[in-house]
């Protein structure tokens, strides 16, 4: 039997931004980054919206 306990499910906190955290990583994903500069730029104004640093 292992002590090991499940990663916890990601706290709200954890990302800020969940909407265009999501579409960014579809995004590049799907197209890479070179492709997906909006999608960034929006979530890293999301970021800051909040006042964090990027």
């Known amino acids: 039997m292992s002590d090991e306990q499940p990663a916890a499910p990601a706290k709200p906190e954890d990302n800020p931004c969940p909407e265009t955290s999501a579409a960014l990583q579809l995004c590049v994903t799907e197209k890479g980054e070179t492709n997906c500069?909006?999608?960034?730029?929006?979530?890293?104004?999301?970021?800051?919206?909040?006042?964090l640093q990027v």
Request: with cysteine; proline share 0%.
């Open 37 to 51: 500069t909006a999608l960034l730029e929006a979530h890293q104004e999301c970021l800051k919206k909040l006042g």
